[in-house]
């Protein structure tokens, strides 16, 4: 029987399809992120002082420097590890079919990061044209922390992929056909976790309404492809360029390059960007949808 490669990505998840499974599942990753970030802050309290535990929750609020935006982008941890522990433990399946398979994983990511990139730093240019960037780590400094950092978004962004575009897209779809459920809730659910008024102001929905189409985007690409390759590609890419490369400042500026000479919740600014970086997010969209989705589909 021929299969598609999004039902092939999704075989492993038809096992043990039903809801209350995939309920506590959304538990166990839930507990695991928060006992992976909140532990550490406990030790501190019980075995240096409060001050040291209050002094790294701040750092952990506020990533402005390069060891506090370490420690968050490290923090992800915790997430992709429950989605392991998840799989394994409530649907009796490997983490690895949370991915696909491994080789076209690798090409779909690094397909999708190239194109992404070429994109981002292209709108990057034309952004100088109309704004000067302010500086922020010193270059040489930059250069010596950017082998971490790229591996700290690695963690960040696949973590956020095996959850949202892995463990739920892929049980979601094992028990419901329609891509009204399986596409569109973890897209929803991926812009609600970035709802943060107390940082973005009025700019939050703008931002959630953002995610939640990236959320969209890297769904699509991932059931044309059977594969979380290209979404995390995608996904590293744009964050790779929001975190390392020019940060907006009053977001995760710890570890960037350079700075906008604006807030994130500067509302006339920032709002008519957004629109800008969502035609860009549609543009890679179409561009990689267009490489990567095999002949047959």
């Known amino acids: 029987m021929h299969r598609t490669p999004f039902q092939r990505y999704i075989h492993a998840a038809r096992r043990a399809p039903q809801i209350w499974r995939l309920v506590l599942g959304v538990i166990v990753i839930t507990l695991c992120a928060f006992i992976w ?73 690094t397909v999708a990061a190239g194109v992404v990139f070429a994109i981002y730093l292209t709108g990057l240019a034309l952004w100088m044209v109309f ?9 040489t400094r930059w250069l010596v922390l950017l082998p971490l950092a790229l591996l700290g978004v690695a963690l960040q962004t696949g973590a956020e992929e095996m959850v949202f575009r892995g463990y739920l897209m892929q049980q ?3 028990r419901f056909i329609s891509p009204v459920i399986w596409l569109i809730l973890p897209a929803l659910a991926f812009g609600a976790v970035h709802y943060d008024p107390g940082t973005a102001g009025a700019n939050v929905w703008i931002i959630v309404g953002s995610a939640a189409l990236f959320g969209l985007v890297a769904g699509d690409l991932t059931a044309r492809t059977g594969s979380l390759g290209a979404a995390w590609g995608f996904h590293f890419a744009n964050n790779v360029v929001a975190i390392l490369v020019i940060s907006t400042k009053g977001t995760i500026t710890g570890l960037s390059l350079m700075q906008t000479p604006y807030g994130v919740d500067d509302a006339e600014v920032m709002g008519g960007l957004m629109f800008g970086d969502m035609a860009m997010l549609i543009l890679a969209w179409l561009i990689l949808r267009r490489v990567l989705t095999p002949r047959s589909i």
């Open 37 to 109: 970030t909140l532990g550490p802050l406990g030790l501190a309290w019980l075995f240096a002082s409060p001050e040291t535990a209050l002094g790294l929750a701040h750092t952990l609020q506020s990533p402005v420097t390069p060891r506090g935006t370490l420690i968050l982008l490290g923090t992800f941890a915790g997430m992709a590890l429950g989605a392991v522990f998840a799989v394994r433990l409530l649907h009796k399946r490997r983490a690895a079919s949370l991915f696909g398979p491994r080789r076209q994983v690798a090409r779909d990511f």
């Open 131 to 139: 704004f000067t960037p302010e500086a922020n780590l010193a270059p």
């Open 172 to 174: 979601l779809a094992a």
